[in-house]
């Protein structure tokens, strides 16, 4: 038998492992993740605020500025230590991956879950009694959630305007507001552009500093921000393209720590006439695939450069990956490393190549890609701070689209759909006998947050308006939710303010899910970190 004043040792405390067991561990996890939720909860819906982030780290991005309200930048910018915060941050990650907007709202309704289960637990109920309880909301709230659902693909017109409203909403509460209507139409007619497909790579997105946001343009080419080389043509028709990824900068030994030791000039010389004939014969074999345009990855020397002008080749330089992954798409050719099969390589091509102006700088445009539905969208601005957001928005809208083609249902916003949802769950928690009504309750005041903040960060009596709508919605007016402009409710369907279903929910589903996880927490460990073994060499 043990003594009482003995404790094992378990963990190895002394190099740095720690343990938080029950309550405090429980406690630790509920204050991180609301912390991270009341951060982005300003930013929530059309008159949110801003969040200027600025890079503390050494190197070359030291003092870096970002001036956003698109809650997945926030969080991916933000350093986060506590281990359920880390939770929240990855529901918005995969938010904007799956659906791209929404990633405030899921990490707001993750929190305030965990506000009222943090409530719960001060009552003694237990965790599992407080899951069975969500787990119930959920599958309510999902089923209301369809059936209020509607599909109007079938109707081409009446689908381009759903898509209109929803590119209107989402843009709503980001920078574009000003030009609201112009930028939605820019966002819906890029995205019916890809008859369908949801790949985003056939829409590339070109910033130039300069002008106003209005006087940005959809342009039904392929605009890549390069120059030809020198003394080349800068227009072509029906051009032969490759695309190549390969060093065309070898006029120098490239063996690390290579020592060359010559007796004479001469032998320099020699070297130098070595290096330049192998470039040589590098550019014979690019010439002999037939083409007019060479696009490569890499940098293009000047010697190289002079070989293709004096062919009449156009080449450009330094097509950054990205840049020839999109064009190598779009084109229908294929990226080529090697030249020493010409009969296996892909070429692209595209009806007219030309270069143009875009304010004060020079860009190239590629006209009737093989890929048709490929397009780009130009966006000006004032400072490149500017264009960075303006950027991030228009992917938003574009994300929430293509995934709108895919899943054609809508819902509205404006908290009308989170009322709508409150009250399903209320009604059956009425109904439900023990202390898995109170979970449910809670769930339903979870809910019923997002129109109270939507109202807050408008500066309106929260308060009144939610009970409001609490009485609309019990009465059966399930369209209304808050209206924006005037500061009271209003109808959602009147007003145009729809949302994508498959964002709202998969915002439900994944806030309810890592609100889940994080209760049933009970224990956190902290390992050791690992010791640094001896350098026996």
Known sequence: MFSADIVPRVFKEDQGAQIQKGEHARMNSFIGAIAVADLVKTTLGPKGMDKMLTSAHPGPHHGEVTVTNDGATILKKI????????????????????VGDGTTSVVVLAGELL?????????????????????????????????????????????????LNIARTTLSSKIVMGDLNFFAQLAVDAVLRLKGSSNLDSIQIVKKPGGSMHDSFLDNGFILDK???????????????????????????????????????????????????????????????????????????????????????GCIEHADFEGVERLALVLGAEIVSTFDNPEMVRLGTCAKVEEIMIGEDKVIRFSGVERGEACSVVLRGASMHLLDEVERSIHDALCVLTQTVKETR???????????????????????????????????????????????????????IVTNLRALHAKG????????????????????????????MQSLVSAHEAAEMILRVDDIVRCAPRPRQPDHH
């Not at 949802?421 to 439900?432: G, L, P, Y």
């Not at 449910?440 to 960060?457: G, K, Q, V």
């Not at 939710?481 to 500061?487: L, Q, T």
């Open 477 to 504: 007016n399930t369209n209304m939710g808050v209206d924006m402009k005037c500061g009271g409710v209003g109808d959602m369907r009147k007003m145009n303010v729809l949302e994508c279903y498959k964002s709202k």
């Open 227 to 313: 120059k030809f080389g020198l003394g080349q043509k800068t227009s072509w028709e029906n051009p032969r393209i490759m695309v190549a990824n390969t060093g065309m900068d070898t006029d120098k030994i490239k063996i690390w720590g290579a020592k060359v030791r010559v007796h004479s000039m001469n032998e320099i010389a020699q070297i130098e006439q070595a290096e330049k004939q192998k470039m040589k014969n590098k550019v014979d074999k690019i010439l002999k695939h037939n083409m007019d345009i060479f696009i490569n990855r890499q940098l293009i020397y000047d010697y190289p450069e002079q070989l293709f002008t004096e062919a009449k080749i």
């Open 115 to 163: 506000r009222e289960a943090e409530k719960l637990t001060a009552q003694k109920l237990h965790p599992q009694t407080i899951i069975r309880g969500w787990r119930t909301a959920a599958t309510i709230a999902r089923d209301a959630l369809e059936k209020i659902a509607v599909d109007n693909s079938k109707d081409e017109k009446k689908f381009r305007q759903d898509l």
């Open 79 to 98: 350093p986060v230590d506590n281990p359920a915060a880390k939770i929240l941050v990855d529901i918005s990650m995969t938010q904007d991956l799956e």
């Open 410 to 464: 809508t819902v509205l916003g404006g908290g009308a759909s989170e009322m709508l949802m409150s009250h399903a769950v209320d009604e059956v928690a009425r109904k439900t006998h023990g202390k898995e009504a109170l979970a449910m309750e809670s769930f339903a005041r979870a809910l019923r947050s997002i129109p109270t903040i939507l109202a807050d960060n408008a500066g309106f009596d929260s308060a009144e």
